[in-house]
């Protein structure tokens, strides 16, 4: 091995040599059927050849050239596509080179809207306990990961949060989803009230609850709850879709299913599938106006924004989904993983609870199901799982820390959008022999 500064450097890592349509493959021989995309990155597997084609033509032509000099034709391309389909009002991309990228130049943009429109005492934001949106200093203070956050916490500009809209703990006995969700657009409300109205910068929330949470899904009528204390205070919303957009949860856009259009919108992974880097955030025609008639020009720029082979392969990833019609397989696929997680663990000891969207789900386990009561921390259960998944061929993607950043087990699912039902019937069986091996061992 070499001199690589890994994630987890005492943890010994099996090389990925391959893949083969949602399977990867180390040098070993062994395939991991990949039920998470990596991150829900890999949209179309991993061997996509219209995907990789279209990468290698680009560089063939154009490998790279500077956006402080040039534009270039996969990036216009892109933008077309993607604002083609985009709710409507959102007219604009910024191109960049991750999801924690997007987050970022959409807090800087949203900052540089009120100072364009002479409002330069909005610069609070607002965001939600237990959400993600990167790992950038930035995206981390707006996420409300107390784990995440704490080692870091010195360095973090200061965001305040509230409720996330999570049903399985968040809603009080006998309460509807209805009162559930008008309770959590009061909760904003006061916030915005504390604040004072004309200091509130935006309020940031995942349309559907990524890593964190784990594909938690909000209660209908939440966001438009949401939208319309924003629209009452001028304040931005800023949905970050890295994880849940670009149709993981069966629309290209998460908020499509929610009835709202936001002011930004930060999308990444399944963006480009993970054939190269890349990340973009969507802006409203008022905001990219506001910057055009005032300063003139957006004052944030990196390196690799528009990367003609990031965006060329991005290109054949949207233009793959749109013309085998994957949203409908994602609709389809995603119904046929619920009914069979319900069927394997609707009345497991220890699921709690069973939610999602599209092929977004999650297991959330439990030390006792009736009581909710979550393992404890110590025995490591989200930790343990994830490796013994792996050993027994499975990629799926556990986490800890829902409830409070320490406490809450959960595993989210996320395979690619080519499954077939023969491959979700492998998923559920070897999720279930791993969490079954796992809870038996102390």
Not at 324 to 345: C, D, Q, S, T
Request: glycine share 12%; hydrophobic share 40%.
């Amino acid at each position: 091995m070499g001199q690589v500064f890994h994630r987890n450097p005492k943890h010994k890592y099996p090389v990925a040599v391959g893949g083969d349509g949602p399977y990867l493959i180390d040098r070993d021989g062994k395939r991991y059927l990949d039920a998470c995309g990596g991150a829900a990155v890999s949209c179309l597997g991993h061997s996509d050849r219209e995907v990789i084609d279209a990468i290698k033509a680009q560089l063939d032509q154009l490998p790279f050239a500077h956006t402080s000099f040039f534009t270039n034709k996969p990036m216009e391309a892109l933008s077309c596509e993607l604002v083609e389909d985009a709710p409507a009002g959102i007219e604009r991309v910024y191109f960049c080179s991750s999801g924690s990228e997007a987050v970022e130049a959409a807090l800087k943009l949203a900052r540089q809207y009120f100072v364009e429109i002479g409002q330069p005492g909005r610069s609070q934001v607002i965001a939600r306990r237990q959400s993600y949106h990167g790992n950038t200093l930035g995206a981390l203070a707006t996420g409300g990961n107390l784990w995440r956050r704490k080692q870091f916490e010195p360095l973090l500009f200061g965001v305040t949060h509230v409720s996330p809209c999570y049903t399985y703990r968040g809603k009080l006995e006998g309460e509807g989803d209805a009162a559930y969700g008008q309770r959590l657009v009061r909760e904003l409300e006061e916030e915005v009230q504390r604040l004072g109205p004309d200091r509130v910068m935006a309020f940031v929330a995942e349309t559907v609850g990524g890593a964190t949470l784990g594909c938690v899904t909000p209660v209908p009528g939440y966001f438009e709850g949401v939208r319309a204390v924003c629209d009452k205070h001028g304040m931005l919303l800023i949905l970050d879709e890295v994880m849940c957009g670009m149709g993981r949860c069966g629309t290209l856009y998460a908020c499509e299913q929610e009835r709202v259009v936001p002011d930004l919108i930060c999308i990444g992974k399944g963006l480009g599938a993970g054939y190269q880097p890349i990340g973009a955030l969507l802006a409203s025609a008022s905001i990219y106006d506001a910057v055009v008639n005032g300063s003139g020009f957006f004052q944030h720029g990196q390196t690799y924004s528009g990367h003609a082979a990031a965006c060329a392969g991005a290109l054949a990833v949207q233009r793959a989904v749109k013309n085998r019609g994957l949203l409908a397989k994602v609709r389809e696929r995603g119904a046929g993983l619920e009914a069979r997680l319900r069927a394997r663990f609707g009345s497991h000891a220890h699921v709690g609870d069973i939610r999602g969207r599209g092929l977004f789900w999650a297991l959330e386990m439990v030390e006792d199901r009736a009581s909710k009561q979550p393992f404890d921390p110590k025995r490591r259960i989200n930790a343990r799982l994830k490796l013994r998944a792996l050993e027994n061929g499975l990629m799926c993607y556990p986490m800890g820390g829902a409830l409070d950043g320490v406490a809450g087990d959960h595993v989210v699912l996320a395979p690619p959008y080519i499954i077939s039902e023969a491959q979700l019937d492998e998923i559920v069986d070897k999720l279930a022999r791993s969490i079954d091996e796992v809870i038996a061992t102390k």
